[in-house]
């Protein structure tokens, strides 16, 4: 419901009760990360984000010994693709891939064993369907296959959609919201992004992130009406939340308001006024 308040209240309580468990601040990490994508990146979000996850790469490297459990190879993973994904929000490319490098010791380790530990079908999924897309949007990119193993994109897709199916709650959304932003930025295949993005507004009506997603890509499939639905929602949800600061109520309602006082419907020329 995103009650900003109640997962800091959270995250709290598992950093004072479990400070050496590493989930403890793999959810700091998720906490911060969060609060960015909300509007709130600024020194201290982000200087928190790595923190935490400096936090876990301590704790992992202090409980290493012999060989690595597929729990220690998937938060390795993790602990670098959460690294690559704050890079891609802020656009840097170059710095993702280096994660991406960084992460390839552990993934090569999972490849091949998604049905003894189902985690490493939403991280293989992710990294079939990311490279492969790289190497053919981006034929600068090619050189990435003489580091990294061959990718292949539909079975990318194949595997996130077998995680999306996981009784798993935290595999299931990660699996849909990746389909989400696939489908929508990349295969420009609004209809199954769509798909996607009402799922996880269904389960999170109050998700201003997520039902962000469904104003744009109703406004991508020319669904007017129900853009401007989701943007009063959006909006609403917003003013009426008492654990979203300023900036981020603000960072939500402005951004409504600019998409729909540009929206023209194209078929009849009409502008659609954004209303309070």
Known sequence: DYRIDKADSIRIHLANKYPERVWTHFYGAYYYLWRIYSGEQNTRTDDKFYLNLDKTLALLEKNRSGEYSYDEIHDYTLYYSLLARHALFEHSIIRSLFYLQDCLKYLKMSFGHEDEYEA??????????????????????????????????????????????????????????????????????????????????????????????????????????????????????????????????????????????????KKSGKKIKSSD
């Open 120 to 265: 490493f079908y939403l991280t293989s999924g992710i990294y079939n369907y990311c490279v492969a897309y790289a190497v053919e949007k981006y034929p600068v990119f090619s050189a990435v296959e003489v580091i990294f193993p061959a990718a292949d994109k539909q079975k990318g897709l194949v595997q996130l959609l077998k995680i999306n199916s996981s009784e798993d709650i935290i595999l299931s959304i990660e699996s849909a919201y990746f389909l989400l932003k696939i489908y929508n930025e990349l295969e420009k295949n609004y209809e199954f992004a769509h798909y996607y993005a009402s799922g996880l507004v269904e389960k999170y009506p109050e998700n201003l992130y997520y039902r962000y997603f469904l104003f744009e890509i109703s406004i991508e499939l020319e669904d007017f009406q129900s853009a401007i639905f989701h943007g009063k929602k959006i909006k609403l949800a917003a003013e009426n939340n008492p654990a979203l600061s300023r900036t981020q109520r603000r960072y939500f309602v402005e951004k409504v308001d600019e998409v729909l006082k540009d929206i023209h419907i």
